[in-house]
């Protein structure tokens, strides 16, 4: 399917991960949200300030960076 989506011309694109901000927007803004997403709250050894939400799609993320 990949293959044939890339013959018209399109690209893959992919989205940053989201942070708990978006996530609570996300989940305002969907009836029936049921997060499937992992939390990092660790890297480099170090405990993230903020932790970052790692999910397969996000219309809150997506919509933000169209907007831009």
């Known amino acids: 399917m990949d293959a044939r989506i890339k013959e018209t011309g399109a690209q893959n694109a992919y989205s940053r991960s989201s942070s708990t901000e978006l996530l609570q927007r996300e ?7 049921s997060p499937e997403l992992a939390v990092v709250t660790h890297a480099g050894g ?7 939400v790692v999910r397969p799609t996000s219309e809150t993320v997506i919509g ?3 907007a831009k």
């Open 27 to 33: 989940a305002e803004h969907v009836e029936g949200f």
């Open 46 to 52: 170090e405990e993230l300030a903020e932790p970052i």
């Open 64 to 66: 933000e960076f169209m």
